[in-house]
């Protein structure tokens, strides 16, 4: 296992503070489950990135962190903090697979062929 792009350690850092938030925050009903299966779900795709290094993982944080943004208002969390703690950790999710995407060579190479070389 090796660590290829810092993004994905903080991602991990972001996954477990989301499966401890609801206890530090003191949520209660669905915010416990929702945030701690989003949060389980960021510390896969960190961990996958370790072991499989490929951008495809970014594109799954992305997902992730849309879902952590959205939650809240279609759920209908009642905490503020709640709320806040998954609108941040999803942004915070999907700067850092942005940021890991923009920086990423084979990612790169791959969109550069695909869209500056067009197939004849």
Partial sequence: MRIQHWQDVASLVVGVWLVVSPFALGMAGAEVVITIALGLCVILFAVEG???????EEWGEILIG??????????????????A????????????????????????????????????
Avoid: K, N, Q
């Fill in 50 to 56: 370790f072991v499989i290094p490929s951008y495809l």
């Fill in 66 to 83: 849309l879902a952590l943004v959205a939650v809240p208002w279609t759920v209908g969390y009642e905490s503020v903090s709640a709320t």
């Fill in 85 to 120: 703690s998954s609108v941040a950790s999803g942004i915070l999710v999907i700067l850092l697979a942005a940021w890991e995407l923009a920086t990423d060579r084979d990612f790169s190479t791959w969109w550069h062929d695909r869209w500056h070389h067009p197939a004849s």
